[in-house]
């Protein structure tokens, strides 16, 4: 009786501590029901602190090296070269205002509890005694702030070598990642510089549109569903579309400073102190590998931008921000998501010409990146041909040139975690959803005994819920036997949650437990992205993709909240782009529902609606 009480009172911490860390906890589950899949590979002792920062440091040089043979023999085109001269804005951020205490306190008080081996007290201790070492902190970040320089100390990074998947070979060191752990204030005076950066160039709209990583409003999933619309609206029009799924090589790793600060300046506006900060904030930077208790070398860090820090993505995004002049040069649609960078063209199946567009416009993308020290990864590009059946066969024998590199287009690709196939419509994705949601769920099944019902709702969500939900706005109007499969998963989760037996009805379970069905949690996210199109709070492209519907004369829809519902043909490709459905299932809505004040209000009353038909009650 004690060592169960004990093992649950063990489960309960762990959970709670790593209740935000799903990589963390997956691995503790695995080691508690002696389940080798998903369990965190160790580090072999043949390999050394030294070892691996020999090799991170001289991955970047060999990217580096070969970026400039790259370069050496070719050279950028005149047109795209120009492209890199136009500023974005005429405004100016010349200086970062001092943060008020308040401000400071909300930032440290948010932020994950984090330690760093470079931290002179752990992050939880800080934040207890914060009312006390607030005012010197203040000092700090201010300091720095009205200064343009960052102190040495925080330019320090301990690498965490990381690998890449689970079941990769632990002893190859090219397997592994480099990750920076920085120092908790370092972090706290880079989100005060990000929250400043990020308000100046949200209001001057110097971001590029089609980029949606670590924006406020953007994700994978609106990305996604503005790509998915588009290869969705095209193949209702009989038109083939080709997907480009472009692949860089440590791109993070290989940025150069200069090119960096010119762009901050010449193209973002950022000019007198907060320059001067950047400059201070990107030089004499280090940093070491520590493993097993054992610290490498220091070595100075000459190029790119540190993984793990807070500005390191969104410095990225304003590094690439020619690239989208240059893709637009070529009448090629694109979408980028930090790194991950997308190209697709749709065109009628006779005609190649327009298809063969794509083959020029990544030749210069791969020039253009050359030259700014980005290496376009070849081997892991893919290309997929997309659309109607009939379409395709038409060019079962596409070749592509693309750059340096001949290419035929696949079936299906994993695009920002959802595998894209041909057809659109998702059979391998959910497929995979399905046989890795089972594989979690027979782990927590073991352990449930030991749970209590909190704790395993947690674990059910983190790992469960979590892959139903993500990214389900795409899977709308897919066939009646796929999302049976998710709601078959949905359903047993419920049933180990609550210790259901097998044959009894499950239905009363899911209200019980207030979980919507597979179907209409597909239909709260549509609608939801909908709403916050409607009220700014979605991504452009998402707001571009609807529009209010206005009665030709005086009718009593008029103010009605009603949106347009576009045309489609008799296919039922467009009928589940985000556009056509969207707008179906808005105008279904009740009037109360949609007139919602705020999102949490509309969260409420439109799960209430759903909740009713699905349960009827």
Excluded at 18 to 41: D, H, M, W, Y
Aim: aromatic residues 8%.
């Amino acid at each position: 009786m004690e060592l169960n009480k004990a093992r649950s009172a063990y489960l309960a911490s762990q959970i709670e501590i790593n209740k935000n860390n799903p990589r963390v906890l997956f691995s503790v589950i695995s080691k508690l029901t002696k389940s080798q899949a998903g369990t965190e590979p160790q580090i072999p002792a043949i390999h050394t602190s030294n070892d691996f920062m020999d090799f991170f440091d001289s991955k970047t040089e060999n990217i580096r090296d070969k970026i400039k043979q790259i370069n050496s023999t070719s050279s950028l085109s005149s047109g795209v070269a120009d492209l890199e001269q136009n500023p974005v804005t005429e405004v100016r951020l010349e200086v970062f205002n001092p943060l008020p205490q308040l401000e400071l306190e909300k930032i440290i008080s948010s932020s994950n509890s984090t330690t760093c081996t470079l931290d002179a007290v752990p992050t939880k201790l800080l934040k207890q005694v914060l009312p006390d070492i607030i005012k010197p902190l203040l000092m700090i970040v201010n300091s720095s702030l009205t200064l343009g320089h960052v102190p040495k100390a925080f330019k320090t990074a301990v690498i965490k070598p990381l690998i890449k998947k689970p079941n990769l070979d632990p002893t190859v060191l090219s397997n592994y990642r480099p990750i920076s752990n920085l120092p908790f204030i370092s972090k706290i005076l880079e989100k005060a510089v990000a929250q400043q950066l990020c308000s100046y160039l949200q209001r001057n709209q110097i971001y590029e549109k089609f980029q949606s990583g670590f924006r406020p409003h953007h994700s994978t999933e609106t990305a996604l569903v503005k790509i998915t619309n588009d290869l969705l609206t095209a193949a209702d029009q009989g038109c083939a579309s080709l997907l480009v799924l472009l692949d860089l090589s440590a791109a993070f790793d290989t940025i150069d400073h200069t090119i960096l600060l010119e762009r901050l300046e010449n193209m973002v506006g950022v000019t007198g102190t907060a320059l001067a900060w950047f400059k201070s904030y990107l030089t004499d930077r280090y940093q070491f590998v520590r493993l097993n208790d054992m610290s490498s070398s220091y070595t100075k860090v000459r190029y790119g931008i540190p993984k793990g820090s807070i500005l390191g993505p969104l410095l990225f995004t304003l590094y690439m921000l020619p690239l989208g002049k240059v893709i637009r040069k070529h009448d090629v649609n694109f979408h980028c998501y930090a790194d991950d960078t997308q190209l697709f063209i749709s065109a009628k199946p006779d005609d190649r010409v327009r298809l063969k567009k794509i083959e020029d416009c990544v030749k210069d993308v791969k020039s253009w990146m050359s030259h700014n020290f980005l290496l376009l990864n070849s081997d892991k590009t893919e290309v997929l041909l997309l659309g109607p059946k009939a379409a395709r066969n038409k060019l079962s024998d596409l070749m592509l040139n693309l750059a340096d590199f001949s290419a035929t287009p696949g079936s299906a690709a994993k695009n920002l975690g959802v595998i894209i196939d041909s057809d659109l419509a998702f059979d391998k994705h959910i497929s995979n959803v399905t046989r890795t949601a089972f594989l979690h769920l027979r782990n927590i099944a073991k352990l449930r005994n030991a749970l209590s019902l909190h704790d395993a709702e947690k674990l059910v969500h983190a790992f469960i819920t979590s892959r139903l939900d993500y990214c389900n706005a795409l899977l709308s109007g897919c066939s009646g036997s796929n999302l049976n499969k998710l709601q078959l998963v949905q359903n047993a989760a419920a049933r180990v949650l609550t210790k259901t037996r097998k044959f009894e009805h499950i239905s009363p379970v899911l209200s019980a437990l207030h979980w919507l069905p597979v179907k209409f949690c597909i239909d709260y996210k549509i609608l939801l992205l909908t709403y916050k199109a409607l009220h700014g709070l979605a991504p452009e492209y998402l707001q571009d993709l609807i529009s209010c519907y206005e009665p030709p004369r005086l009718l009593r829809s008029q103010g009605a909240g009603l949106l347009v519902v576009p045309k489609i043909q008799r296919s039922s490709a467009g009928g589940r782009a985000f556009s056509y459905k969207a707008p179906q299932l808005w105008n279904n809505l009740p009037e109360y529902v949609r007139d919602s004040d705020t999102v949490s209000i509309f969260k409420s009353r439109l799960k209430t609606y759903l909740f009713s038909l699905a349960f009827g009650n």
